[in-house]
């Protein structure tokens, strides 16, 4: 029987071997790629939702209840005051001599740091304080270890909170600072698009806000929350440039919000050329 080696054919010493290998692995790759964006893309439709705050948890640990681990502290300490749970003796002393040995470990300097945290924080020893909404402007009473919070723990002012910060499909956006002379104070903008558009509203003096999100019912029948990029509060109507793939992805959202609001969507030219017909 007579044994062929590869390293001796043509076809190996041409060199091909290697570009049809690194052709497969690249179509590989766009494959896997391409199946993970929409798995992520769907995800973020239904995302999974914590079970303290009611935020969307992120699709790295999409499996997890919370989304954070303040969130599960904040829920399972809940769970237990309304329980009346309470913790045995022989449970007691066996946390309070770890805690002693772990105490015995730091230096001066620690003890004294976590001494002054423990002054400062302990809501045992702070009675309840009065709180404002940042963004809702409710005020309530709440325990002094809330006094920090920026939401009140309504949903809507949750989600309104997270504007800057909520994740994407493809990651986060990278965010800018602009100073809006309408509302005399820095927005952020998530988009060189965004930018240019805010800077021909400034140039043409037409007053512009960054406005609150708009609710809107899916095929599902569930509540959804939508943030246009602009409102021009003269004209009564949001802005909002979106490329290509982003009108192929909102397709039947925007198609539903447009029924509601007066909205001008879509290539940033058409939204150049409505800006500049405007008087």
Known sequence: MIKHNMRDSDYYKSGQHVKNANAAREKA???IQHKRVNRIAAYYETPTLCANCA??????TKNNKFCCKSCAAQFNNKVRIDSGWQRTE???????????IAYSLLTTEE?????????????????????????????KIV???LRDRKTCGDKDCIVQAKV??????????????FFNPNE??????????????????IK??????????????????????????????????????????????????MDKIAKHVSIVYGDLQLVIDYISGLK
Do not use: H
């Not at 003890?111 to 409710?138: A, H, M, W």
């Not at 104070?185 to 021909?200: G, T, Y």
């Not at 806000?209 to 602009?230: C, S």
């Open 143 to 145: 325990p002094y270890s």
């Open 55 to 60: 935020g969307p948890i992120k699709y790295e």
């Open 90 to 100: 022989e449970s007691k002393k066996k946390t309070g001599n770890a805690v002693s």
């Open 204 to 253: 043409k003096n037409i007053e512009w806000i960054r406005p609150k999100f708009i609710k809107w019912v899916d095929n599902k029948g569930t509540t959804r929350r939508y943030f246009p990029d602009f409102y021009l509060p003269k004209f009564n109507v949001y802005l909002d440039p979106k490329n290509l793939w982003g009108m192929a992805n909102s397709k039947d959202k």
């Open 184 to 201: 005399n104070k820095d927005v952020l903008l998530e988009s060189s698009w965004e930018v240019e558009v805010a800077n021909l509203l």
């Open 29 to 31: 790759l766009v494959s």
């Open 164 to 177: 800057g910060v909520r994740a994407y499909i493809n990651g986060r956006r990278k965010i800018i600072w």
């Open 111 to 139: 003890k004294e740091k976590r001494q002054k945290y423990l002054r400062l924080n302990s809501p045992q020893k702070q009675s309840d304080v009065e709180f404002t909404c940042k963004i809702c402007g409710t005020t």
